[in-house]
C-alpha cells in the first residue's frame, strides 16, 4: 500500500539521497495524499538536484504554486516563481502567478515590480512595462519621486507606444504635483498641440489660481498656457 512505499522509498533515500526514481515516487505519493509539507520538502530536494532546465522550471512553477496555495507563503511562491522568470522571462505559468502575487500581495509590490520589469524588458512587452509605473508611482514616498515617474511614463507612452494623448495625461499629473516645473509645462504645451488636448488644461487653469505656494508671476503664465492658448488655436 502507499504508506509501505512510502517507507521504502525514503529508506531508499537513505543510502542515496539523490535517487531521483525514489524522489519521484515520493513526489506522486505526497501528492496523492495531500501531504503538503512532506510534498514541499521533495519537491526542493528535486529542484536541487535537477539540471535539465525545463524540468527544474516545472518543478519551480509547481513548489512555488504549493507555497502560495497551500501554506499561504507568498515570499516563498515568488523566490521560486523568480527564479523561473530569471531563467526564462516568458515562462507564462511564473509570469502569470508572479503578476497574480503583485494584485494580491501589496508587501511584495517593489520586489514583484522589479522582477515583472525586467521580465516585460527582456520579452519587449511595453505595454506592460508602461502599466508598472502606475504601481510604481503608488509606492512613491515624496512627490519628487512622483513627478520623476510620471515623466517616464509619458516618454514611454509618447515614444515607444506611439500614445501622445496619454503621455499628456502623465504629464498632466506630474504638473498637478510641481506647478512650478516649467519643463513640464513645455512639454504639456507642446503634447496638447500635438492632440489637441487644450480642453484637459482649462480645470487646471483653476487649481493654479488657488495654489498659493506659487508666486504671482507663475500663476499668471500657468494660467496663460492653459485658458489663454486654447483661444488663439
Keep these: 500500500d502507499d504508506a509501505r512505499a512510502l517507507e521504502a522509498h525514503k529508506r531508499t533515500l537513505e543510502h542515496v539521497p539523490d535517487d531521483e526514481a525514489a524522489l519521484a515516487a515520493l513526489d506522486r505519493l505526497h501528492q496523492k495524499r495531500q501531504e503538503w509539507q512532506e510534498l514541499a520538502d521533495v519537491l526542493d530536494r528535486r529542484v536541487q538536484r535537477e539540471s535539465d532546465p525545463s524540468a527544474r522550471t516545472d518543478l519551480l512553477v509547481r513548489l512555488g504554486t504549493l507555497r502560495w496555495e497551500q501554506f499561504a507563503d507568498p515570499r516563498g511562491a515568488f523566490t521560486a516563481f523568480q527564479e523561473v522568470l530569471e531563467r526564462d522571462p516568458s515562462e507564462p505559468r511564473a509570469l502569470g502567478a508572479t503578476e497574480g502575487l503583485l494584485a494580491e500581495q501589496s508587501n511584495l509590490a517593489s520586489e514583484v515590480v522589479e ?16 502599466a508598472l509605473y502606475d504601481v510604481r508611482i503608488g509606492l512613491c514616498e515624496t512627490d519628487s519621486e512622483r513627478v520623476r515617474l510620471l515623466g517616464e511614463l509619458a516618454g514611454v507612452r509618447e515614444n515607444e507606444l506611439g500614445d501622445p494623448s ?68
Design 115 to 130: 522582477a515583472l520589469d525586467q521580465a516585460y524588458r527582456a520579452t519587449g512587452n511595453t505595454a506592460k512595462i508602461a
Design 166 to 233: 496619454s503621455a499628456l495625461d502623465a504629464l498632466i499629473r506630474a504638473w498637478e504635483l510641481e506647478p512650478s516645473d516649467e519643463a513640464t509645462l513645455g512639454d504639456i504645451e507642446r503634447l496638447a498641440t500635438i492632440v489637441s488636448g487644450w480642453d484637459r488644461l482649462r480645470g487646471l487653469a483653476e487649481k493654479v489660481e488657488k495654489n498659493e505656494d506659487l508666486d504671482r508671476s507663475t500663476r499668471r503664465d500657468v494660467a496663460s498656457t492653459c485658458v489663454a492658448r486654447p483661444r488663439r488655436s
